[in-house]
């Protein structure tokens, strides 16, 4: 048996997005794998036969991940193999090459090209439905010829040593710069040849639906100074080539659209009573008024923490009687239907992790997590749960996979969950160190699921430990709410969580406790340091310090950030310092380890370097490691060597302070 390294998830195979043909005799699915050689993810389509419940590789491309059935045998998918085409879009053009592929095999055949950067693709007859990056800032090349085309490359690669920012958000996590630049709808006609965008100027269309073979609903956004976070809902139809509009941008914010039995349905929240993290409900609109039609209360989507695996599918589809959805109920996710009329069953409700979904005929096909396993591929026909492939069970066979110890304990009145991973080779009559981790959001959760980056430091010899603080997921609106809260009952909860399972399990050395997250969980690690000196180790990462600067310097911060702290630099600036981890960094004692992407707009590297700068000041052992070219998702789809980096970093430290 192998020990979990910190490399290891290189060797994983990441299946996502699994869909079946129309007959549902075959199901293809895009399998992401880490090149660590190469420093990327390679992603190949693979075939799961429903008859003889053999799986096979299709394509070998390393760069098929969009994909849809065209019928019954053939799969369109996007990928960049045409010189010609690369080599304009290498000029600035805008391009997306599609190719067709027999599942029975032979070599993909270029189809066509479209005009656009494709990011998402629905078949609607002889139709495709695009979701397309559009830039204002940008000439569109793809129609210009000659002369003038030269002129405007020149004019456009000259302004590249500079970026004008004139709207909120001007950037992005994970999209860079976003400044006039909108995902748009386009159709393209596959018989004649014909693109054009169809969703109007400025919008920012951020989901769409095709239904009926003819209409699609969409969801966007319209703003050109700064955009809030209501969205309006609209319909395409398409032989009619005109759009309407069915909820008007105003008070809601919408998640998803489709049509139950005739009529419009969607998941939506006011977010009046929850402020912007408020779980949706599902509302009905026709002839421009919408009504409730379920009070629901829990989330509608997995919220469960990994950094194995890969999500492009959806996690809400539907077809004309039901949506089918994920939702997370305390410590797993459930796949729950709604009917037409607001009806709401529960289907599939055991320990796990869902992550995509997709429909043919009565059956729902997945992908997700089971039994302390990696991803693999699941069918589900109304009554059970069929496993269909088998990538990463070898892999796990070899691996020393710990345990997850689940144990439940009252704080104040409240009940909370705990989770302990006991180090490798575990002898009750040693002593250990122990690592108290933090997970993000805060609507994020922890659950007795596989996950990398804690079996690494188990396998390493350490406990590691974690809880669901109030603001976590899974237990409804009241719960998750910790509005103008952070750094109160959820520091108490995660404090009682350590004392809880020091009293538990004795054989952890109080005096070598480290504490580690990210994000929401980063911002937790930067006050536990300032608040008590029981740590003597910790790492912060993609963290938080300054309420007050982050707001104004990042993706979501001049709304979602002020919102959730319930208040603002100007009415409140002593509310947001109380608030913020920089306020006690002259109190810490802790010897810190930053782990920063330079290209995190969610949570910008500015908050790492002041809290680093401050313990430095005051003269506590500090380290920042600033990662080049990534973002927020540095832990989970950062490129390999920097994701291996990384944990090294972390390793090394609490090596150093724990052992």
């Given at each position: 048996?192998?020990?979990?390294?910190?490399?290891?998830?290189?060797?994983?195979?990441?299946?996502?997005?699994?869909?079946?043909?129309?007959?549902?005799?075959?199901?293809?699915?895009?399998?992401?794998?880490?090149?660590?050689?190469?420093?990327?993810?390679?992603?190949?389509l693979w075939i799961h036969d429903t008859e003889s419940k053999k799986t096979r590789k299709l394509t070998s491309g390393k760069k098929e991940r969009t994909f849809i059935w065209l019928d019954n045998e053939t799969l369109l998918f996007t990928s960049d193999r045409e010189k010609e085409y690369a080599k304009k879009v290498k000029d600035g053009e805008d391009w997306t090459c599609f190719y067709k592929i027999s599942i029975y095999g032979g070599e993909a055949q270029f189809a066509f090209a479209v005009p656009y950067k494709v990011t998402k693709m629905q078949l609607a007859g002889t139709k495709l439905v695009l979701g397309v990056k559009y830039d204002y800032n940008k000439p569109d090349f793809a129609h210009m010829e000659g002369e003038e085309k030269e002129e405007a490359l020149k004019a456009w690669k000259d302004e590249k040593d500079y970026e004008v920012f004139d709207e909120l958000p001007f950037w992005a996590n994970g999209q860079g710069i976003v400044n006039k630049k909108r995902t748009r709808l386009a159709v393209y006609d596959m018989e004649t040849g014909d693109a054009k965008i169809v969703s109007p100027e400025y919008d920012n269309v951020e989901g769409f639906w095709t239904e009926e073979g003819n209409k699609v609903l969409f969801i966007s956004s319209h703003y050109t100074d700064k955009k809030d976070v209501y969205e309006g809902l609209k319909m395409y139809t398409i032989s009619e080539d005109k759009v309407e509009t069915l909820v008007e941008q105003g008070d809601m914010s919408i998640d998803y659209a489709c049509i139950l039995n005739g009529k419009v349905t969607f998941f939506?929240?006011?977010?009046?009573?929850?402020?912007?993290?408020?779980?949706?409900?599902?509302?009905?609109?026709?002839?421009?008024?919408?009504?409730?039609?379920?009070?629901?209360?829990?989330?509608?989507?997995?919220?469960?923490c990994c950094d194995c695996k890969f999500a492009d599918g959806p996690a809400i589809v539907h077809d004309d009687k039901y949506i089918y959805f994920l939702t997370t109920l305390r410590k797993n996710t459930a796949l729950r239907r709604f009917d037409a009329n607001g009806n709401?069953?529960?289907?599939?409700?055991?320990?796990?992790?869902?992550?995509?979904?997709?429909?043919?005929?009565?059956?729902?096909?997945?992908?997700?997590?089971?039994?302390?396993?990696?991803?693999?591929?699941?069918c589900f026909d109304g009554k059970e749960e069929e496993k269909l492939t088998s990538f990463n069970d070898e892999i796990m066979a070899e691996r020393s996979v710990l345990p997850v110890e689940e144990f439940t304990f009252t704080y104040k009145g409240l009940e909370l969950d705990g989770y302990v991973i006991k180090p490798l080779d575990y002898d009750p009559n040693k002593t250990y160190p122990g690592i108290l981790t933090i997970h993000g959001g805060p609507r994020a959760t922890f659950a007795p699921t596989f996950f990398h980056e804690n079996q690494v430091f188990a396998n390493a010899g350490y406990f590691?430990?974690?809880?669901?603080?109030?603001?976590?997921?899974?237990?409804?609106?009241?719960?998750?709410?910790?509005?103008?809260?952070?750094?109160?009952?959820?520091?108490?909860?995660?404090?009682a969580v350590t004392d809880e399972v020091l009293k538990r399990y004795p054989q952890i050395d109080e005096k070598r406790l480290g504490v580690m997250g990210g994000s929401y969980g980063g911002f937790m690690t930067n006050w536990v340091i300032g608040n008590t000196t029981r740590f003597a180790a910790a790492a912060s990462q993609r963290s938080i310090s300054n309420w007050i600067s982050k707001c104004m310097t990042t993706d979501i911060g001049y709304y979602f950030n002020m919102d959730q702290i319930k208040a603002d630099p100007w009415g409140n600036p002593e509310k947001m310092w109380s608030h913020s981890p920089l306020k006690y960094a002259n109190m810490a004692k802790t010897p810190t380890l930053f782990i920063q992407s330079d290209e995190d707009y969610r949570c910008w590297m500015g908050d790492a370097i002041q809290m680093f700068s401050a313990l430095k000041y005051f003269g506590v052992d500090a380290r920042l490691c600033l990662f080049h070219g990534e973002n927020h998702e540095?832990?989970?789809?950062?490129?390999?060597?920097?994701?291996?980096?990384?944990?090294?970093?972390?390793?090394?430290?609490?090596?150093?302070?724990?052992?």
């Open positions: 048996m192998k020990k979990i390294g910190i490399n290891d998830f290189t060797f994983y195979n990441y299946p996502t997005g699994i869909t079946a043909s129309p007959d549902g005799k075959h199901a293809a699915i895009a399998v992401v794998n880490a090149n660590e050689k190469d420093n990327t993810y390679d992603s190949c939506a929240s006011y977010m009046k009573e929850y402020g912007f993290n408020e779980n949706d409900k599902l509302y009905t609109v026709e002839n421009g008024k919408v009504e409730l039609l379920s009070d629901y209360d829990d989330s509608i989507h997995n919220s469960i709401l069953e529960t289907l599939i409700d055991r320990q796990g992790s869902l992550h995509t979904l997709s429909l043919c005929g009565d059956k729902v096909y997945f992908t997700g997590m089971r039994e302390m396993g990696l991803t693999e591929c699941y590691v430990f974690y809880t669901n603080p109030l603001g976590s997921d899974g237990r409804g609106n009241d719960f998750a709410d910790l509005s103008g809260r952070h750094g109160s009952i959820d520091f108490e909860h995660c404090m540095l832990s989970r789809s950062g490129k390999p060597t920097h994701r291996i980096r990384r944990m090294q970093e972390m390793m090394d430290w609490f090596d150093k302070y724990l052992n």
